[in-house]
């Protein structure tokens, strides 16, 4: 095939189209018919597409009798010129009304970027040349000269070009007439003659061609007569040759083949191996370049981050209710916990989500999850259930605790932060009564709403293992952590690198959220804080659970007066427990 040539490539579509025509090599075409077959043409190495109008309309279900509208197929054209580069030559028909339609037809093929039309010499509404051709009434010569000085001199782009195509020797109108025709139309300023034919031998248009003598560009298609070595058409000096519609004959084909296969064998695996994979559908669609747009245009929306959910337990405390599920399954207002939480994540654009299961992890059955299983449950805490799973997260992951319920915006603003590691810690809670329970948090200035925006970072985590050893635990804590640990970028690495270190600790079995979150500030990483003042719940024991349903209520959009009241009141109350 012909390689494009860059210079011939920097040129406008309507530019390369007319020096195709006027070039001195025998110059193809090929058909397309919408935006994919298009993009196929233009992968093959064509140089220039045939908008067919018995492909666009066979494409579209319907009759090459303009059964479609010209605007549907000028829309359709539209398409092919967005996914390929190549300049178009739109089969005009008869220029679908008379020289007024034809202006404002070349008028419109400019404004999408087709570079030029073809019209032939018929009536509207036009008939396929092939059938039953020598019963079609041919236009008046003045009235399609017309057409064609009207087109001509409507065009803005010196380049548009008009083909005007001699329909005579199809309708049995004899040569002469033909060669009349052809006459005029290049008189009137078609910038190629394209001559048809029926007949399976090539004799009438070599004819045409010699007694023509090169007047004007001779473009023909020889779909009747494709026996015809190609060389021949070369030394007859045509211009162009159309390949007019192998497309969609070899679309038609194939999914005739294939419809009746899967039909017959009620499987696809007969048809598998010998169809386009979905892959390539997404390769002719530029998928990727959508990919790289998003990463570019998106990146401030944090719209493709990853969630990593701890719901390995079974919930001190909660064993009344637990027996045959995990924590994470409860009910909650009609809809178990972790439910609430992926809906949470998938509103903000975090979709894929990874669970750690552990006790009863067979009953988790939530859609839009990937589940995996922390095997010795039993026996380890919360990091070796994040090991389970570490391996796989790449990019900007939130990890949470699996029994948690907030407010949409504590979820956005942490996935919006710019930070490596970011927290949410509420200061609702920053009496610490009981200095043993854990996850209290120390932060280098306390919860001041009037400072608000201020850089705050967290010091330290009560953890399982050092509430009572910690210097800090003298000092009221700020806050507790509500159990959200959202990292970003280089962040991943440093808590691989920080987890690794931890892994080999002899007790890492029992170690727990806020031992990472304080091995990371001993390594030197900044853990940005995000304050809030309750709007969350935590479900550790029988009575959290039961107030989890207000909670829940409250949170959805049609509350119920009495539930949406009942959830504030309890809101207001307290902020919530881990
Ligand atoms: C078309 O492709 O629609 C044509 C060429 O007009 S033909 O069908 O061969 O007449
Ligand atoms: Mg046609």
Request: contains cysteine.
């Amino acid at each position: 095939m012909n390689a494009r040539e860059p210079a011939f490539v920097s040129q406008s579509r309507s530019a390369r189209l007319r020096q195709m025509l006027l070039s001195n090599e025998l110059e193809f075409m090929m058909e397309a018919h919408n935006g994919l077959s298009a993009r196929v043409v233009r992968e093959a190495g064509f140089k220039a597409i045939w908008g067919s109008g018995l492909a666009i309309s066979a494409q579209f279900g319907v009759r090459d009798n303009n059964e479609a509208s010209w605007t549907q197929v000028v829309d359709t054209l539209e398409f092919m010129a967005d996914a390929s580069d190549l300049p178009i030559l739109l089969d005009g028909d008869t220029g679908y009304g008379n020289f007024n339609n034809v202006r404002r037809l070349v008028r419109k093929l400019e404004q999408r970027g087709i570079a030029g039309v073809c019209i032939e010499d018929k009536q509207f509404p036009k008939t396929n040349s092939f059938i039953n051709g020598e019963a079609q009434p041919l236009a008046e010569i003045d009235e399609f000269c017309g057409k064609i000085k009207a087109g001509k001199d409507s065009q803005t782009d010196e380049h548009f070009s008009i083909v005007a195509r001699v329909e005579a020797l199809i309708a049995g109108w004899g040569m002469d007439e033909a060669l009349r025709r052809a006459e005029a139309y290049a008189q009137a300023g078609a910038d190629a003659i394209l001559i048809h034919s029926k007949l399976s031998r090539a004799d009438e248009i070599l004819e045409f061609a010699r007694e023509w003598a090169g007047r004007a560009p001779l473009v023909i298609v020889p779909t009747k007569y494709y026996s015809t070595p190609t060389e021949v058409f070369r030394e007859a000096g045509i211009s162009t040759v159309i390949w007019a519609n192998h497309l969609i004959r070899a679309a038609a084909s194939a999914m005739q083949a294939v419809a009746r296969e899967i039909h017959t064998s009620e499987t696809l695996v007969n048809v598998e191996d010998s169809i386009a994979a979905v892959n390539e559908i997404f390769r002719l669609q530029d998928a990727d370049e959508y990919s790289q747009a998003e990463d570019r245009y998106l990146s401030g929306a944090r719209s493709a981050g990853s969630a990593l959910v701890l719901a390995a337990s079974r919930g001190k405390g909660l064993e009344a209710v637990t027996e045959d599920r995990p924590k994470v399954m409860l009910p909650i207002a009609g809809k178990p916990l972790l439910r609430w939480l992926v809906d949470a994540f998938k509103k903000q654009g975090v979709n894929d989500i990874t669970v750690v299961g552990g006790y009863r992890a067979d009953a988790i059955d939530t859609a839009g999850i990937r589940l995996v299983v922390n095997e010795q449950h039993a026996q380890t805490g919360e990091l070796a259930s994040l090991a389970c799973a570490l391996d796989q997260l790449t990019g900007d992951t939130v990890i949470s605790y699996g029994d948690l319920l907030f407010r949409s915006y504590i979820l956005r603003d942490l996935v919006e932060s710019e930070a490596v590691f970011s927290v949410v810690v509420d200061s609702s809670l920053a009496d610490a009564e009981n200095a043993s329970v854990r996850d209290f948090a120390w932060c280098s200035a306390a919860d001041d709403r009037g400072l608000f925006g201020n850089k705050v970072v967290l010091r330290h985590v009560s953890s399982g293992q050092d509430a009572s050893s910690s210097a800090l635990a003298a000092h009221a804590p700020h806050g507790r952590w509500v159990g959200l640990l959202n990292v970003r970028g280089a962040g991943h690495e440093h808590l691989q690198a920080v987890m690794k270190q931890l892994r080999m600790r002899a007790d890492f079995a029992s170690l727990d959220m806020p031992a990472l979150l304080n091995a990371l500030i001993e390594a030197g990483e900044s853990i940005e804080v995000q304050y809030v003042h309750g709007h969350w719940r935590g479900v550790n024991d029988l009575d959290d659970f039961r107030r989890a349903g207000d909670f829940a209520h409250a949170q959805t959009p049609f509350a119920t007066a009495a539930g949406a009241a009942q959830g504030a009141a309890n809101n207001a109350a307290s902020g919530g427990t881990q």
